[in-house]
């Protein structure tokens, strides 16, 4: 014991030697009410002074983990040490995955970050639809955090509320507003992120034939949710523009849905945006069958061209309820900050914020006055802009050489950072990764986005973090690959 | 129509013109393919120079919202605008609160900040049992944010691990190490705070009896997580050194559980600390019985005197793992950072992850980084010594007011930011709460701990942001409307 203490530079000698007897207390080394060296022994024993020795006892004993006798020295407190624990080695041991239910266990299959995807280091990588982080303007949000942590920093370190943080709250319904949403009647929660928000509707909402319908295919993280609540999911048809109308209204009528969700806009993983038109009648169709729909708000924003078009919520109309609209500026600005929001009927807030509340509180109030700070600046439309040119020249750039060099496929995307790309019937796309793979280009083939185990022959190409080189070289390595495959 | 126009000086003119014909178009004031002013007649509509009008149309063009047509002018994009909203007035409105399940409708039912106790603005609080912001040391968080993001903020702002984020998790590892932890075998997951800790295991877990055991009284966030899960709870009565064995060795003989839920350490809401022995024996009890622990490290840290005890996941012995050890630093540092963890059997954790990523991909890393520098830099134990040092003298003083004042009461606290006082059987604190909130006191009553609706003669003081001077007037108070319900 003791000659295996060794100084570091980084922290003070007696917080060290604290650590070090401390260590030894709890893992039973010392046993309780053992007799410790005295402080003149240890100083000899650790090569420390005395002086070091004395403070780091006195702080053990200001700690509870040892206690003076006057006369005898210092002793282990008896509690501290784990001295006999209650267990023997013959103890049976729980076996843990037996003790989980299928919300846990349909979790983790589905968990693309255990199960998905692996490549090494220096790969081309598609898989990522996550914003590039050369485009972050870190003095900007540098001084956002200062601002606020100046004008009430010490608010913001204690509670906050689970409906959000108050200014960034009005901000978000100034911005919903803006769009062209009528608030009466509507209310907003600030949740973690799109999935936060996801998964508190899901959690609360009674489910009644226990069917959801969803486009087909559709956005990864939707899927699994809808599984972990035990929902059996109908998946429609994507077109050119959007989800397919005949298909909607034929699952419509031929049985009871529980409640619908749709990407209208920049489509995950399809990249469509879906048309006007066709948005008012999938909410005439949805309406009439008394199904409400979650409206996911992904990347409304990234769009490089054409009109804008009014979300669902909009389009709905104001005397209308049914629409759930879930937004996230994750992934235009920046996903670490877990920030995003759900805009629905006032009722329907009031009891999501209680769920919210009994499960995580509230979403972190840093990250929240930090994201209203960095928009109140007026930061957002600039980098917006900057974003967008970027992002749009690499679209174009992805579009092109996908042209180039890609056998027979069809390609969509009208805006976001990934397109789209479908096979002829043959071409096998988990096949293709693996001949990619061994070439360093990886991509995420489409079949796990659909809802009915098709799309073999499709794959989603991310292209916000791969350079401009990276993107031609990697595509032309899958077009080699895909002909390689085809002969 | 653009008479409302009203320039205000904090942003661009430009952008706010945009803003403005954004919002006429949005909400549908001007109609689809409509044409624009022309940018002279607008700039003598809204007073601005004709420049602000024609980069103001310019953005709109590059969003999307308008058009142009050459030699004619500007049109309103058709899809930007609502135009024939969907729905009309007649449309059946659906009634959310019959869509909702019992998980939302218990927990918007147990949900305090909605129901709890509302007094003036003025009042004298001992509701609360957060940190006293005044503790706060802004300066180190500042630069603790500021060293981090200089190191690696394109990183800290784009996506994490659901696990959490690495250089925390190693603290954090090495953090239980130190309380005497056996490691092997065992895991950690990063969690926003305390509360999504025990979400994600309760919800993970599968029920066999749906019984889960605690103490009574007990935290109410844990009651109201139970319920929202199904459980049925059974309390077992606390005495002055933890929970009683006798009654937990009775309730365990008769019948099955799922799971136990214990608060060793400064116990929600009596204050108390688990004697050593009684841990030793309750452990045993449980592990006989094969049910798992989930252990509530709440306030673990908040010891003023007595010896340093053991958690249970220590003393449970390293063969075991059977203990769910859920801790957080929120209640002795930063609520606003929501920040705590999980450390259990790894196979558990590894399931937990999944769900944590599937329901809010991560927490925070901003938090988690923050947290985990201002740690590295050597300020928690020095943040806790002059933390400690504040509420110690508050909790003497608070003890010695309840001496003098309180009419005859027994006072439990081993330390923390609370006291809990049962008065004798006949006095109703919900009364009490009545007359005190009429003199500007507040408490919280303690029924609200009881998993079986009693403890209508106990109430909870938190004292943590209550000044000296008030603690002393707020008792006083609190004394002579008790005697008044007395007499």
Same mark, same amino acid.
């Given at each position: ?126 898989? /990522? ?40 709250? !009005? ?197 929240? /006055? ?19 040119? !970027? ?20 390609? /969509? ?24 793979? !061994? ?47 085809? /002969?």
């Amino acid at each position: 014991m003791y000659s295996d203490f060794v100084l570091a530079n980084d922290r003070p000698a007696y917080i060290q030697v604290k650590d070090y007897i401390r260590r030894l207390i709890t893992t039973g080394a010392l046993q309780g009410d053992q007799k410790l060296p005295s402080t003149r022994e240890l100083c000899g024993l650790l090569h420390v002074s005395r002086n070091t020795v004395i403070n780091a006892y006195s702080e053990l004993e200001a700690d509870g983990y040892i206690y003076t006798v006057k006369g005898q020295g210092h002793f282990v407190s008896s509690s501290a040490a784990p001295s006999n624990s209650v267990f023997q080695s013959h103890d049976v041991k729980m076996n843990w995955s037996t003790k989980l239910n299928d919300y846990a266990r349909l979790a983790e299959e589905h968990d693309l970050m255990k199960h998905g995807i692996r490549g090494q280091k220096q790969a081309i990588s598609f898989t /990522s639809i996550a914003p590039d982080e050369k485009l972050f303007d870190l003095q900007n949000v540098k001084r956002a955090f200062m601002d606020r942590m100046s004008l009430e920093g010490d608010v913001l370190l204690n509670y906050g509320y689970a409906k959000g943080y108050k200014p960034l709250i !009005e901000y978000l319904l100034n911005y919903m507003e803006n769009k062209g949403v009528d608030l009466a009647g509507k209310d907003l929660l600030v949740t973690s992120g799109f999935t936060e928000g996801l998964s508190l509707v899901l959690s609360s909402f009674k489910q009644g034939s226990g069917r959801i319908l969803c486009e087909n295919p559709t956005h990864h993280t939707a899927i699994k949710a809808f599984k972990m609540h035990g929902y059996k999911i109908t998946g429609v048809p994507m077109e050119r523009d959007g989800i397919n109308l005949k298909e909607l209204s034929r699952e419509l009528a031929s049985q009871a849905y529980d409640l619908a969700y749709l990407i209208p806009s920049y489509h995950n993983p399809t990249g469509i945006v879906m048309s006007h038109p066709k948005r008012k009648e999938a909410l005439r169709l949805l309406q009439q069958y008394h199904v409400p729909i979650i409206e996911d708000g992904f990347n409304e924003e990234l769009r490089y061209s054409g009109s804008h078009i009014a979300p669902l919520v909009v389009s709905a109309g104001s005397g209308n309820n049914s629409v759930i609209y879930i937004g996230s500026f994750s992934k235009i600005l920046f996903p670490g900050l877990r920030v995003g929001w759900i805009l629905a009927d006032s009722t329907l807030i009031d009891y999501l914020e209680s769920v919210k509340r009994a499960r995580t509180i509230h979403t972190s109030t840093l990250d929240q /006055s930090l994201l209203y700070q960095y928009l109140y600046n007026g930061n957002f439309e600039k980098y917006l802009k900057r974003a967008k040119t !970027e992002y749009k020249r690499k679209h174009e750039l992805v579009v092109r050489s996908c042209q180039e060099w890609l056998p027979a496929h069809q390609l /969509s995307s009208d805006g976001g950072l990934h397109v789209f790309i479908e096979f002829a019937a043959g071409v096998d796309t988990r096949e293709l990764l693996k001949l990619c793979s !061994e070439q360093g280009v990886l991509f995420t083939p489409g079949d796990i986005f659909y809802t009915d185990g098709r799309g073999q022959n499709t794959l989603r190409l991310g292209f916000s973090r791969v350079s401009e080189a990276d993107i031609q070289k990697g595509i032309q390595i899958i077009g080699y690959c895909a002909e390689k495959l085809l /002969s």
